[in-house]
């Protein structure tokens, strides 16, 4: 339970153990405060919230949401809809009393006051910024595991916001964003290739706050040949007044007022009708662009004219406009992840014979129609390039999809029906459905036959290990044509012979076969595949247990497309927080996991821990490989002892012109390194020094290049996804020259 100088408990009622609550984050945004946290009762009856000033009388002007927590609901056992979650948001200014109350409240008559110190809170934020939000913004088993492993880093990055009180998107922005200086350049800078770019802006009631500054933000761009294309559905005539008056003399500006409200799409589309330029770009109605957007468009065009499709990174601005949060750094151009989440958004700049093909949007899909138009057009050209610069600014207000997921509800069936469309149009048989992550969807692909699967499982000694492992194929795994070869290296008791010669004896679908030599984990498993029958392999450990009963069929199904090679899952601790989910290239100078022990119903930075995604490599933990690719890269690189040859190997299938597929709905528990060991010898630490400078040399283009599927905005120091440090490119050169010595 989350106590500090500034909160405290005051339980009039001694009624202590009825209620359970964790106060999660306490925030300020511009004016405003906000108290995140979650609440339940040990009778399992509904817990109302609401604050109280200092007699104890409610405090009306107040937002508050509250929403049911998956996290919570499995810890505690709770009822599926049980609200446990709550927002709270208020005006500073609009509290004058000293102490407020946030008050729990069951029908029963029980209650519990939690006391927030108005002064010590604005102190807190003063002196700490948002250091609140890192010590108690994390799942629930994972804040005392971190205090307790990561004393050191704890208390540096705590002093870090001693010393500065602003967070870390706020100090990359300082960093990275453009200057005045930089916009007087590039005023002043002629391209060779200057085509003309229409900006196309549905209107409907806009506030006039949100449309004065959209519109600056448009006219003052610093490369000027642009069309503003507006079409105004709104159901008065004060913006077409607004444009009069402020832009007399502006012919740049195209605007009709539309006879009718025509919906999202049919606004857009007459804002599209209007559009002359070469290139269509879209924006809200209610949002800001970077003034530099459109010069760092055509900066990229001028540099290759066979792109069709870009787009960029985004933020999100508050209703003042002065506060930005919400960093979108995106990946390179990710089609699995965008069929299932659609984080291209803004900006979205198109070739207008695209759009034109593509006939514009849907109105069926309104709500999703940004999502369904993209999908159309990606699916007309890959000459899709990705700027990772901020030059989008999406509004987050209580009306808008940014600030309120639930006043868009209505786009969840939507996406749906805009997946299910794109799948048909390009001959993917597959069911998709929501999931409980707002606008992120999920894939079941449609199995080809039954092939025969290979599991190969080496291993040494550990038989309980292994029998976990073997007993959870069995019972669990509803797919039946697979067989399972053990790759025994080295063993010494009779027990494992025994144990052997008893699974073997009981399924026939079993083999073990023996590895004389000494640990290489990549002779093994190479060794191992030629005695496999599969037309598709699945590497895996000895220590991993079955979560997900349909995890072969998921990851076969992926591996069935010829343009997929290798296939990977999420796999968990044993206390169900995240030990692998993917692989980035480039973490702490070669590759590394990152997102680890958060818990198994996080989200993860942009969705990375819950959305199938195509991505860079995946553990050999529990991977899936077609037999046909493996073979043909070589398989394992020998070389590679012990460590990065899962992630070699990955890169050696995306380098043959193969995608890895990581599908988070396939879990495992993995009991890490019990066969092995870890790396605590000098010998080992030797041996893991060398294989990293051999994957280093190895891939030296790439580690330059940077992880497409990971923004070179996101740090490479830790696993947080946090913004980059500029202080990075000197400590990561560090960091590699001290693990090579």
Not at 398 to 409: H, I, L, P, R, V
Not at 496 to 512: C, R
Not at 664 to 687: D, I, W
């Amino acid at each position: 339970m989350s106590k500090s100088k500034f909160i405290q408990k005051d339980n009039l009622n001694e009624t202590e153990s009825t209620f359970i609550y964790y106060i999660e984050l306490i925030d300020k945004e511009d004016d405003d405060i906000v108290f995140r946290g979650w609440v339940y009762s040990n009778d399992n009856c509904p817990v109302s919230v609401e604050l109280l000033d200092s007699k104890r009388d409610v405090i009306t002007d107040v937002k508050m949401w509250r929403k049911s927590r998956k996290d919570v609901k499995k810890k505690f056992e709770l009822d599926k809809d049980y609200k446990s979650e709550f927002l709270i948001k208020f005006e500073r200014e609009s509290i004058t009393c000293q102490e407020i109350y946030i008050h729990f409240t069951q029908e029963d008559g029980k209650d519990m006051y939690v006391s927030v110190n108005m002064a010590g809170l604005d102190e807190s934020f003063t002196t700490w910024g948002k250091v609140s939000e890192f010590m108690t913004n994390q799942p629930i088993r994972r804040t005392a595991r971190f205090i307790k492993n990561n004393p050191k880093q704890l208390f540096n990055r705590v002093m870090a916001k001693i010393r500065n009180d602003k967070d870390d998107y706020t100090v990359w922005r300082e960093n990275n964003m453009p200057t005045d200086e930089d916009f007087n350049r590039q005023r002043g800078e002629k391209f060779d290739y200057n085509p003309l770019v229409s900006i196309s802006i549905p209107l409907y009631n806009t506030p006039f706050e949100f449309f004065e500054p959209l519109m600056e933000s448009i006219i003052n761009q610093t490369y000027t040949n642009f069309e503003l294309c507006l079409a105004d559905g709104s159901d008065n005539n004060k913006l077409e007044e607004f444009i009069n008056e402020r832009y007399p003399n502006e012919n740049r500006i195209n605007y009709v007022h539309l006879e009718e409200n025509l919906g999202i799409a049919g606004n857009t589309n007459k804002a599209l009708e209007m559009a002359s330029g070469e290139y269509v770009m879209l924006t809200d109605h209610d949002d800001l662009l970077e003034i530099s957007a459109l010069y760092e468009i055509v900066k990229v065009l001028n540099e290759d004219k066979s792109i069709d499709i870009i787009y960029t990174d985004e933020d999100l601005v508050d209703a003042s406009g002065k506060y930005y949060s919400n960093y979108r750094f995106k990946p390179d151009f990710n089609l699995e992840m965008l069929r299932h989440l659609n984080y291209i958004c803004h900006i979205f700049f198109v070739r207008r014979t695209i759009m034109d093909q593509v006939g514009g949007f849907r109105e069926e899909y309104d709500g999703a129609q940004d999502f369904d138009m993209i999908l159309r057009c990606v699916e007309k050209s890959d000459r899709i390039h990705h700027i990772p610069k901020v030059l989008y600014h999406w509004r987050a207000h209580e009306d808008s999809t940014a600030g309120n997921a639930d006043s868009k509800e209505y786009a969840i069936d939507a996406s749906v029906r805009a997946l299910e469309a794109h799948y048909e149009r390009v001959g993917i048989e597959a069911e998709v459905e929501a999931t409980d992550i707002f606008i992120m969807l999920k894939s079941t692909r449609h199995l080809q036959g039954e092939p025969l699967v290979s599991i190969l499982i080496p291993t040494m000694e550990h038989i309980d290990d292994l029998d976990k492992c073997i007993s959870s194929i069995i019972d669990k795994t509803t797919y039946k044509n697979y067989e399972i070869i053990v790759i025994e290296n080295n063993s010494k008791s009779k027990e494992t012979f025994d144990y052997y010669d008893k699974i073997t004896a009981e399924h026939d679908f079993i083999k073990v076969v023996r590895w004389e030599e000494g640990f290489n984990y990549s002779k093994i498993n190479n060794f191992g595949a030629k005695y496999a029958k599969g037309d598709y392999y699945i590497l895996l450990n000895n220590d991993i247990e079955v979560i997900s009963p349909d995890w072969i069929t998921r990851m076969l199904a992926y591996c069935q497309d010829d343009e997929v090679g290798a296939v990977g899952a999420k796999l968990l601790f044993e206390d169900d927080t995240i030990q692998h989910c993917g692989v980035v290239i480039g973490v702490g100078g070669f590759a590394g996991h990152i997102l680890t022990e958060q818990d198994v119903e996080d989200v993860g930075y942009f969705g990375r821990l819950q959305v199938q995604q195509e991505i860079s490599a995946v553990t050999a933990a529990c991977m899936m490989v077609d037999a046909k690719v493996f073979n043909e890269v070589g398989g394992f690189d020998e070389e590679f002892t012990v460590a990065l040859n899962d992630v070699d190997l990955c890169l050696k299938i995306r380098e043959a012109g193969k995608k890895i597929m990581l599908d988070p709905n396939v879990m495992m528990h993995h009991y890490e390194s019990k066969s092995r060991g870890y790396e605590e010898s000098k010998e080992k630490q030797n041996r893991f020094k060398g294989e990293i400078k051999r994957f280093r040399d190895k891939w030296a283009k790439m580690l330059r290049e940077g992880d497409p599927y990971y923004s070179p905005n996101l740090t490479l120091l830790y696993g947080d996804c946090s913004p980059r440090r500029n202080v990075e490119r000197f400590l990561i050169v560090e960091e590699i020259e001290r693990a090579n010595e």
